[in-house]
């Protein structure tokens, strides 16, 4: 339902464009790491990630399950919430292993978070947290590196500017372009994985932003 809402919605506040390696397309059983730069990004990833005929389990923020009616959609499509900084937070990477033994694909946010500047402007990954490393580990599956740019061009600052950014994006027809590089594997220990991996969404996201001037 949620992939479905966002390729309904996205057009209408701009234009997503979408490029991919060769045999990026994830399979079965696959971790899509995305970078995170704007509250508007997850339907972006989303639209693109439905265009290309996957439906991924998400690990989102856990204040999304309190909010009415959402909480209990991403319940029933099988998303995991992340108890950021409690003693529960580890119960989202068994949950992560749980659907991709499955065969779904699993998209999480490498970062963690939102980036906390206001402007409106492209930049690389922030620092990583350990959880993609993790889960990467622990299951073996093939990380593909999903870079998107665009997003802050629809939502970011203070609430006000996003509420405008939001509201004024049907005229002013923003560009938004995701990008999947080839799939990789954790390699080493954690912070040998989180390195490399890091390096790979950085990539995907350079390709993506590249790609958005060119337009």
Request: with cysteine.
């Amino acid at each position: 339902m949620l992939s479905r809402l966002a390729t309904t919605l996205v057009p209408l506040f701009g234009a997503l464009t979408i490029s991919s390696e060769t045999g990026a397309e994830p399979a079965p059983g696959s971790i899509i790491a995305a970078n995170h730069t704007s509250l508007a990004d997850p339907a972006i990833v989303l639209a693109a990630l439905h265009r290309l005929g996957a439906r991924p389990v998400v690990l989102a923020t856990a204040g999304l399950w309190r909010i009415p009616g959402l909480g209990r959609a991403l319940t029933r499509e099988g998303h995991i919430p992340v108890h950021r900084g409690t003693e529960h937070a580890a119960q989202a990477l068994d949950g992560a292993t749980a659907a991709l033994a499955d065969g779904r694909c699993v998209l999480i946010y490498g970062e963690g978070g939102l980036p906390r500047r206001r402007d409106s402007g492209e930049a690389a990954p922030g620092t990583f947290r350990s959880g993609l490393a993790r889960l990467a580990i622990a299951t073996g599956a093939p990380v593909v590196p999903l870079g998107q740019a665009g997003a802050r061009r629809l939502s970011s600052g203070s609430a006000t500017k996003q509420l405008a950014g939001v509201l004024t994006a049907p005229l002013r027809r923003p560009g938004y372009h995701v990008h999947l590089g080839a799939p990789v594997r954790a390699v080493g220990g954690i912070p040998e994985s989180g390195a490399v991996l890091r390096e790979a969404v950085t990539g995907a996201w350079q390709e993506a932003a590249d790609r958005l001037l060119r337009q």
